[in-house]
């Protein structure tokens, strides 16, 4: 099997060569990595004529190798990039798929440039557009509008990933003894944490949830909504990093979404902005919404996904405070 290394140029020039994606007459100029990835190992090829990304999975988690995930994932990435470019209300916010290698888990894709991911948005300095805002949601207008089914069938189903981020959304933060001290993380949080770990009735809400999150449904989401998942780009807001799609529920989505603009403290015609420019709003279940940006918030905050943000234990706790009540409809 190849094996993708950034210090193996040639090996991998080769095999581009052999995948008819790199001509017999272009050589790699330069490796190197196009962003702070956590699933996948990816590079950026420069051949001095073009340049253009390589994405290969693997049988664990990149950022934490201690955690097995499925080999494959990236190949149900790329059966999402070739679905979206069916749909340029879609496509257009999205690299393009140019190969695609299910013997070695490699995809081949458009570079969108020199970009930075909205992570920044983590150190609490930063504030999203209302146009940016606007490209997000009119993303999932079209992904949830254009990609719906009448008959809920198995079409990237995407289990063995899901149950993967069902664990670590619905399972593991809620647990009272899962081997991570949150202290680590910020002196405190432990303790903070414990009353909602404890917390019966919140735990069995949890568990229907995740019950929601792992049924069929007819909606294709991306499935990691977030801002490392967002790029700021020459050309507007590009969306990355589908490989937890799934045909599911919308209020999943745009749950991510709300409840990554409430960490990251975004005024509040951000928030009212997703109401007004998503065009099914009316249509969405509110209290399944409200949960889903709950539960996300908590997962965030005291589960194993640990974001940059740069906030004290005051602020942590008022959101916990909140994402409980989002989460129990109060």
Same mark, same amino acid.
Request: aromatic share 10%; net charge positive.
């Given at each position: 099997?190849?094996?993708l290394?950034?210090n193996k !140029?040639?090996?991998?020039? $080769?095999y581009?060569?052999?995948?008819?994606w790199?001509?017999?007459?272009?050589?790699? /100029?330069?490796?190197t990595?196009?962003?702070e990835?956590?699933m996948? *190992?990816v590079?950026?090829?420069?051949?001095?004529? @073009?340049?253009f990304?390589?994405?290969q999975?693997?049988?664990y988690?990149?950022k934490? !190798?201690q955690?097995?995930?499925?080999?494959?994932r990236v190949?149900?990435e790329?059966?999402f990039?070739?679905?979206?470019?069916?749909?340029?209300?879609?496509?257009? *916010?999205? !690299?393009k798929?140019?190969?695609l +290698?299910e013997?070695?888990?490699v995809?081949?894709?458009?570079d969108?440039?020199?970009t930075?991911?909205?992570? /920044?948005?983590?150190?609490?300095?930063?504030?999203?557009?209302l146009e940016?805002?606007?490209?997000?949601?009119a &993303?999932? $207008?079209?992904?949830h509008?254009?990609f719906?089914k009448t008959?809920?069938?198995?079409?990237?189903? $995407?289990m063995?990933l @899901?149950?993967l981020n069902?664990e670590?959304?619905?399972h593991y933060?809620?647990l009272?003894?899962?081997?991570?001290?949150?202290?680590t993380?910020q002196?405190?949080?432990?303790e903070?944490?414990?009353? &909602?770990?404890?917390?019966r009735?919140l735990?069995?809400?949890i568990?229907?949830?995740?019950?929601?999150y792992?049924?069929?449904?007819k909606y294709?989401?991306h499935? +990691?909504?977030?801002p490392?998942?967002w790029?700021?780009?020459e050309?507007? #807001?590009k969306?990355i990093d !589908?490989e937890?799609c799934?045909?599911?529920?919308?209020?999943f989505d745009?749950?991510?979404l709300?409840?990554?603009? &409430?960490l990251?403290?975004?005024?509040?015609n951000l928030?009212?902005?997703v109401?007004?420019? &998503?065009?099914? *709003?009316?249509?969405?279940n509110l209290e399944?919404l409200?949960s889903?940006?709950?539960i996300e918030i908590?997962?965030?905050? #005291?589960g194993l996904?640990?974001?940059p943000?740069?906030?004290d234990l005051k602020t942590?706790?008022?959101?916990?405070?909140?994402a409980y009540q989002?989460?129990? $409809?109060?």
């Open positions: 099997m190849f094996i290394d950034a !140029p040639k090996e991998l020039a $080769n581009l060569q052999k995948q008819h790199l001509g017999l007459d272009e050589t790699i /100029v330069s490796l990595k196009p962003g990835g956590n996948n *190992y590079l950026r090829v420069n051949t001095g004529k @073009r340049t990304i390589v994405k999975s693997r049988g988690v990149e934490y !190798p955690v097995p995930a499925p080999a494959n190949i149900t790329g059966a990039y070739k679905k979206v470019s069916e749909e340029n209300k879609v496509q257009q *916010y999205m !690299p798929l140019i190969g +290698d013997i070695n888990n995809i081949i894709l458009e969108l440039g020199l930075n991911d909205f992570t /920044v948005l983590y150190g609490m300095q930063y504030q999203l557009e940016q805002l606007k490209g997000l949601v &993303y999932l $207008n079209g992904l509008n254009s719906q008959v809920v069938d198995d079409e990237l189903a $995407n063995e @899901r149950r069902h670590h959304i619905f933060p809620f009272e003894d899962n081997g991570f001290d949150l202290n993380v002196d405190g949080l432990k903070l944490a414990l009353p &909602y770990v404890k917390d009735h735990k069995q809400k568990e229907v949830l995740g019950s929601l792992l049924s069929k449904g294709l989401l499935g +990691d909504f977030y490392g998942s790029l700021k780009t050309t507007g #807001i969306i !589908p937890f799934f045909y599911g529920s919308r209020e745009l749950g991510v709300l409840a990554h603009l &409430y990251t403290q975004q005024k509040g928030i009212s902005g109401i007004s420019e &998503y065009k099914a *709003y009316s249509e969405l399944i409200n889903f940006a709950g908590m997962r965030r905050l #005291i996904a640990q974001l943000l740069k906030i942590k706790k008022q959101l916990l405070e909140f989002l989460i129990l $409809n109060k």
